[in-house]
């Protein structure tokens, strides 16, 4: 039986983070940056824990943004400028963003010539970029393939002119998602086939997310020399940057939540805890994925104590539909829920949808010793982001 003694003294609903954890990835992270001579910066859309910058900027080249919040964000805490892609920009954000960014890499060519102007006369060194589309991705989940017929992010070849337009210094393509580095392989097979053309005009290319490096099954290995092999087909990069979130934050911490209530409907036990999917853990609706709970493990035909775990908020969706959970022992109110891996792609999606109450963030230091960094204010909070 699993020990959740260890979680005593912590709120309840919290997210907590292991700093030690965090740390270990981002070692396996730099050997990858030493080994192959790449720069991996980390994306704040899948990781976004900004205590832990300082932390991450010892270790990585940076950080890259899709909003001028992230940029702001990044500069503020990373102290650094950012790599910045959105789909869109605004015009009433676009010179903040030239302000806060080191690269800029566009949606679309319409984007770069309505805002090509404003982006030259900036007093500072911004290399700017296009967003392609090699339409090849192995992504299961059409939720989250940017490489679908229709899509709406990045170019078609087809689309680009013979050259790079003037002042282009740098192509980016996304077409992973919790990918290994045989998928990203035959990405760049599918990129070079449609765009190398092009890439040999670049100072740099930017090879997207979705990387998996830190599973434990991950090819390292094979990833650095496919690396090395490209930049030896293109000698004119000065730059191959990657740029990883949810492989920065994986496997580093806990959601910890409260059974609130048991109720039963016709054989079906449900735990009514204090957080909820939609809110909280939104991915596990998106994706749908089933998460991993301490304690707990898959339902078969001699278990006894099997439950579903339901969310606080009123949709009727609002629980695991991935299936159930077995337990040693039946299920009280003010039991302890934890789920694992709860630190990326999580904390930057959670929404006050019903106003529903948001965990509180932590961390636990190297030591052991647990330090809580925020409790949000709730109602001012919620307030605050209406009207």
């Known amino acids: 039986m699993t020990d959740l003694s260890k979680f005593a003294g912590i709120p309840s609903p919290c997210y907590v983070m292991y700093e030690e954890a965090l740390e270990a990835n981002l070692q396996l992270l730099r050997l990858v940056e030493e080994e192959s001579g790449v720069s991996i910066i980390c994306a704040l859309k899948g990781f976004a824990f900004w205590h832990s910058f300082p932390l991450i900027r010892n270790y990585l080249s940076g950080a890259t943004a899709s909003s001028l919040n992230e940029a702001r964000l990044i500069a503020e805490e990373m102290q650094c400028e950012a790599h910045t892609y959105a789909p869109v920009y605004l015009e009433e954000e676009f010179e903040s963003l030239l302000f806060y960014s080191s ?184 994706m749908p994925y089933k998460p991993a709970v301490l304690g707990a493990t898959e339902p078969d035909e001699n278990s006894k104590n099997v439950y579903r775990l339901g969310g606080s908020s009123c949709l009727a969706g609002d629980y695991i539909g991935m299936g159930d959970f077995a337990f040693n022992e039946p299920l009280e109110p003010g039991d302890l829920i934890v789920f694992d891996d709860m630190i990326h792609y999580t904390m930057v999606k959670t929404t006050y949808f019903n106003g529903v109450k948001h965990p509180a963030i932590g961390v636990v230091k190297a030591d052991g010793e647990f330090i809580l960094l925020s409790e949000p204010g709730q109602y001012e909070d919620y307030k605050k982001k209406l009207s």
Not at 162 to 174: R, V, Y
Not at 191 to 210: D, P, Q, T
Not at 268 to 281: E, G, Q
């Open 103 to 286: 690269h800029l890499t566009f949606n679309s060519l319409s984007q770069w010539y309505k805002y090509k102007e404003k982006a030259l006369s900036v007093n500072k060194k911004i290399s700017f970029g296009l967003r392609v589309n090699p339409e090849y991705s192995e992504v299961t989940t059409d939720l989250y393939n940017p490489a679908l017929p229709g899509s709406r992010l990045g170019i078609l070849v087809e689309n680009m002119p013979p050259h790079l337009p003037e002042h282009i210094e740098g192509l980016h393509f996304h077409v992973l998602c919790e990918n290994d580095s045989y998928a990203l392989e035959n990405a760049l097979k599918a990129f070079e086939e449609r765009f190398a053309h092009l890439i040999k005009e670049c100072k740099w290319v930017n090879l997207g997310g979705g990387h998996h490096i830190t599973r434990e099954d991950y090819d390292i290995a094979h990833l650095i020399e496919i690396l090395k092999q490209f930049k030896a087909r293109y000698p004119n990069l000065e730059e191959v940057i990657l740029e990883p979130g949810e492989a920065v934050g994986w496997q580093t911490g806990v959601l910890i939540s409260t059974v609130e209530d048991v109720i039963e409907n016709r054989g079906t036990k449900i735990a009514m805890l204090n957080i909820s999917f939609s809110c909280h853990l939104p991915d596990c609706l998106e």
